[in-house]
């Protein structure tokens, strides 16, 4: 696999675990039954006659199984970093999936540069917001780093 490869599987799994913690929170989906649905019937499908790149399965267990396990912390983070009066339960369901997986990769995924985590976060943002939001996840995920990784 080359790299540019690997960096679209990524990115395809940063997508996927989005989705899936939208769907987690959604639906309370049990996590082996949500990562089951999504090796079988998401990552990797065709639609509209495309079929979507392949995303790196074992990349996207970690990030859900991760801010799964972690979501206290992770959660615990995000809100310290959220303006005075603010609640997370305030964010919409996307919003929270996308700084839940990104804040994840920044805590867990050091093998991750901070400059892509944030990167791709913001790509996956671009799909769901307009550019307020994704000011938003930039200024959050930044400051998180910066508290995570110094």
């Given at each position: 696999m080359t790299q540019t490869d690997r960096s679209r599987s990524r990115s395809a799994a940063r997508l996927a675990a989005v989705q899936a913690l939208y769907q987690q929170e959604?639906?309370?989906?049990?996590?082996?039954q949500l990562l089951h649905e999504f090796h079988q019937h998401r990552i990797?499908?065709?639609i509209d006659g495309a079929t979507l790149v392949d995303a790196e399965v074992d990349f996207f267990n970690d990030l859900v199984r991760g801010v799964d396990s972690r979501r206290t912390e992770i959660d615990e983070q995000i809100t310290g970093r959220l303006a005075e009066g603010w609640k997370l339960e305030r964010l919409?369901?996307?919003?929270?999936?996308?700084l839940r997986a990104g804040s994840y990769e920044l805590l867990a995924r050091r093998d991750v540069p901070v400059a892509t985590v944030?990167?791709?976060?913001?790509?996956?943002?671009?799909?769901?917001?307009?550019?307020?939001?994704v000011a938003f996840v930039?200024?959050?995920?930044?400051?998180?780093?910066?508290?995570?990784r110094g």
């Open positions: 959604m639906e309370g989906t049990p996590l082996a990797g499908e065709t919409d369901r996307p919003m929270r999936a996308i944030i990167s791709e976060y913001l790509d996956v943002a671009h799909a769901f917001y307009d550019k307020k939001e930039n200024g959050l995920l930044d400051g998180l780093a910066k508290d995570a």
